[in-house]
């Protein structure tokens, strides 16, 4: 008996379960690109410091695959950033700056992020709005918020804090420990059962819905949890700048989901991976520093970055399509 | 006591009334049929039961005491369990995935354990082991799955909530025989373990087969509820349509007009090879309506998929009238007169989300190259091709959406009706369907025939099969393995094709 020729596989394919397999070749090109123009870009030193400014990008794009998967989208999420960024780096400062008082900031960041991203998801959820201009409303009303705490860009942190980002811990960077923490979270995260709901959520709310999923709940969740990544971008950017500023994320928002997609999650949905968020983020920081090391003029340096954007995406789908096939 | 009671149950949207009276009562170990035409109402008193649908007025009892069902959870909560005519699947979530979804948050623990889903999940797959069919795994995205087994995972998922009360919503539309007898064998096992099930199908065979009583609902109201015994086809048929005259009971399409001196051959196959089709070759004449006939995924859809262009690959020769089908994509197959039209409406046929209209008239606009339509020229066609059909609907400016799962078929068959093509591809085109448009849907396909169109046609149902086709070719793992002529076209031969290669 011959069987017939397009015997299907019994089994998710390769791709269906890493997703994120191509935005991993996209940065393998991207550090060879890096490591030719510029040798010593590939140096431990210099790998630790793109690491260190574009942790924050990494937490962030983790933070929106969380909403992108349920089909939402947070357009304020770097509005919940800078409103961290200030409200730790005053809070620090009001304490008096103690190792105890950096502590109970961060704590208190985390959780304004939280309540940023709950206050998300009831305007979207409860009140039924389009995420895509609810979350550019509340990012604006955030941006408020974060003026009035400070108004100026300034006011720097106390040196424990950004020594102890930018420092060593037995030898190796403490960045890499939070990159190894962020890995558990997402190793963690990927089993849990909330999100095979999130995902079916996102896949089919009515289907979702009907199937008995307490959708509201899910969705609301998400855009906490979302709230607290970007939180965490948050004190990783102060660990990086050493200072507060009412407006250091706002740019980062549509870079969030730039890496998302570049990562393999589609905007519409129900599959897509946390992980490829990541390494989509460290793309991205990984073209801005070859434009960089290409040496293109300054002038010339937005354009290339966002052609750059463009051509990176473009092999993602073109991968995506060869390897489905 | 009965199990579950409604009393006066009512549903309008806007003006529209969805179900005006529905009063039912289930009682333990019952299978209860619930029958009417398309846009009857069906569905909603199922979404109603379901708690996915609130009414406006009436009275549910639970084991004799009232109570709301606001949503699904509180559905569940009551034992209560829903088989969706339009599935509530997540596609890109796998198969245990979508079995276990409803329970996932009842167990406890944060995480997921794969071997326990998969443990909960396997005594509902289990008894449809053997008709699960090619690519069906665990682990497989339900929306690589074909319409058939999709169909089956929501039936497993219903299932698996272990429910009292079971509603399945036309869960055999795109089932075949085979699989529908291992559906069967659960129904009577669940109704032997006094569960209560109601039942809706447009199969008559079925119903006759599992049903104990059945309620006939017209324009959203139940009008008659008696014993399936004591009852004949004719009269549900007549109660259906509410007509007095007793018209043509079963659905008797008459068999070809004799073919006149040579017949032309409007479609030529030869040696055609595509994904699940092993060099196929076939001629149909104009006028001709040619069955394909076999168990599921034999490689019947698959043939009309390929025909149609849209298959991956595909190699053969295929010459629709004297011109020889270049370019393996749909838009190059309705250029050379090709049309199709398929069951799965969900991922081939509804443009989700757009008007009734606009389901309605692409394939008229893109062979006119109308670049500027106006809606009300275009109203009027569209509004004669619904009504060939006895489509209901409310405007042609209302969503489709908001159209019954029968309704919206019908749409799906009339935008290729509004364009008459060369040669019509149906694959399973009636799901969802009922017994009185159906007989019309292929009186207007005979009259398209007479006029020189050649049709091929697939059916899950093989009554729909045989009583259409002037010939059948049986396909066994993507080969034709017999052709049925004749007087041959009958159940037996079929089954007997069907089986004896497999
Ligand atoms: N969301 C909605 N908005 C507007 N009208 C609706 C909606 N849902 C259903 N209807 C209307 O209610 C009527 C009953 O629909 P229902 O789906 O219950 O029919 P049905 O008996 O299940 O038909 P079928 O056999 O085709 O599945 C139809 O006329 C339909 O157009
Ligand atoms: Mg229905």
């Keep these: 008996m011959s069987l017939p020729s397009h015997a299907m596989p019994h089994q998710r394919s390769v791709f269906e379960r890493f997703p994120f397999i191509p935005a991993l070749g996209i940065l393998a090109v991207l550090l060879l690109l890096n490591g030719i123009a510029e040798p010593n870009s590939m140096s431990f030193g210099a790998i630790t410091g793109l690491t260190k400014t574009y942790l924050a990008l990494m937490f962030l794009a983790v933070a929106q695959s969380l909403v992108v998967f349920s089909s939402d989208i947070d357009l304020s999420v770097g509005a919940i950033l800078s409103l961290v960024n200030v409200v730790v780096v005053v809070l620090i400062e009001r304490l008096g700056g103690g190792a105890d008082a950096v502590l109970l900031s961060c704590l208190v960041g985390v959780l304004v992020g939280t309540l940023a991203g709950v206050f998300n998801g009831f305007v979207v959820v409860g009140l039924r709005l389009q995420p895509i201009v609810a979350t550019f409303a509340t990012g604006i009303v955030f941006t408020g918020l974060a003026l009035w705490v400070l108004p100026v860009a300034g006011m720097p ?122 390494i989509g983020a460290l793309i991205i920081g990984l073209i801005n520093s070859f434009v960089f090391f290409a040496g293109v003029s300054s002038e010339w340096q937005n354009f290339a970055q966002g052609v750059a954007v463009l051509v990176a995406l473009m092999a993602g789908v073109l991968i995506t399509r060869r390897i489905s096939k | 006591m009965p199990r579950l009671r409604l009393e006066g149950v009512c549903k309008r949207y806007g003006a529209t009334v969805a179900l005006g009276r529905g009063d039912l009562s289930l009682m333990p170990g019952e299978v209860h049929v619930l029958m009417g035409s398309n846009g009857s109402g069906k569905s909603t008193l199922s979404k109603i039961i379901a708690g996915s649908v609130r009414p406006d007025e009436g009275v549910i009892e639970c084991d004799g005491s009232i109570v709301t069902i606001p949503s699904p959870r509180a559905a569940r909560d009551l034992g209560i369990a829903v088989f969706y005519q339009e599935l509530s699947l997540a596609a890109h979530r796998s198969v245990v995935e979508n079995i276990c979804l409803p329970g996932l948050g009842h167990a406890r623990g944060l995480f997921r354990n794969r071997a326990e889903m998969t443990a909960a999940a396997e005594p509902f797959i289990e008894p449809f082991e053997s008709v699960l069919g090619e690519g069906f795994g665990l682990d497989v995205p339900v929306g690589r799955l074909r319409a058939d087994q999709r169909q089956l995972v929501e039936i497993m998922k219903t299932l698996a909530a272990r429910p009292d009360i079971l509603i399945f919503d036309e869960p055999t539309s795109a089932l075949d025989r085979a699989q529908v007898e291992c559906f069967m064998a659960v129904l009577r096992k669940l109704k032997a373990d006094g569960k209560s099930i109601i039942f809706i199908s447009h199969r008559m065979d079925e119903i006759f087969e599992i049903g104990d009583r059945v309620t006939i609902i017209r324009d959203g109201e139940t009008v008659r509820t008696s014993v399936l015994a004591d009852t004949t086809m004719e009269e549900i048929l007549r109660t259906m349509t509410g007509e007095e005259a007793t018209g043509p009971a079963a659905p008797a399409v008459s068999a070809a007009v004799k073919t006149p001196q040579r017949p032309t051959v409007k479609l030529k196959v030869s040696n055609l090879v595509a994904p699940g089709v092993n060099n196929v070759s076939f001629e149909v004449a104009a006028g001709e309506i040619l069955g394909f006939g076999g168990l599921h995924g034999q490689g019947q859809s698959a043939a009309l998929r390929a025909l149609f262009g849209a298959a991956q690959s595909r190699s053969g020769d295929i010459e629709v009238g004297t011109t020889r089908l270049t370019g393996n994509s749909p838009r190059a197959s309705i250029r050379n007169g090709l049309a199709y039209v398929s069951g799965d409406r969900a991922r081939d046929g509804v443009i989700e989300g757009r008007s009734i209209l606009e389901n309605t008239v692409p394939i008229y606009a893109l062979k006119n190259h109308l670049f500027v339509a106006s809606p009300r020229s275009l109203g009027a066609k569209a509004q004669q091709a619904l009504e060939q059909l006895q489509t209901k609907y409310q405007t042609l400016f209302h969503p489709i959406n908001s159209l019954s799962g029968g309704n919206q078929q019908k749409v799906v068959v009339s935008r290729w009706l509004m364009a008459p093509p060369e040669v019509m591809l149906l694959d399973d085109p009636t799901k969802g369907i009922d017994i009185a448009s159906k007989a019309e849907l292929f009186r207007v396909l005979r009259e398209l025939a007479a006029a020189g169109m050649a049709i091929l046609l697939y059916s899950s149902e093989d009554a729909e099969l045989l009583e259409n086709s002037d010939r059948v070719l049986v396909f066994n793992n993507g080969r034709t393995v017999r052709e049925l002529v004749g007087d041959e076209r009958t159940r037996y031969h079929l089954y007997h094709a069907a089986y004896e290669a497999a």
């Excluded at chain 1, 190796?172 to 979270?185: D, E, N, Q, S």
């Excluded at chain 1, 009515?206 to 609301?220: K, N």
């Excluded at chain 1, 948050?234 to 890496?259: E, F, H, K, Q, R």
Aim: a positive charge; hydrophobic letters at 50%; aromatic letters at 10%.
């Design chain 1, 157 to 278: 942190v106390p040196q424990s804090f950004w020594r102890t980002y930018g420092g060593r811990i037995c030898d190796i960077p403490f960045v890499f420990y939070v990159v190894a923490a962020l890995g558990l979270l997402i190793w963690l995260t990927v089993r849990t059962k909330y999100i095979i709901q999130l995902m079916a959520v996102g896949d089919n709310r009515l289907a979702a819905y009907q199937s008995g999923l307490p959708v509201t709940r899910i969705r609301i969740k998400a855009f906490a949890l979302c709230g607290m990544l970007s939180a965490v971008a948050a004190l990783c950017i102060i660990g990086d700048t050493a200072s507060g500023d009412p407006v250091v994320g706002n740019a980062m928002t549509l870079y969030s989901v730039a890496a998302v997609v570049l990562g393999g999650t589609a905007l519409s949905g129900g599959s897509g991976s946390m992980l490829g968020s990541a």
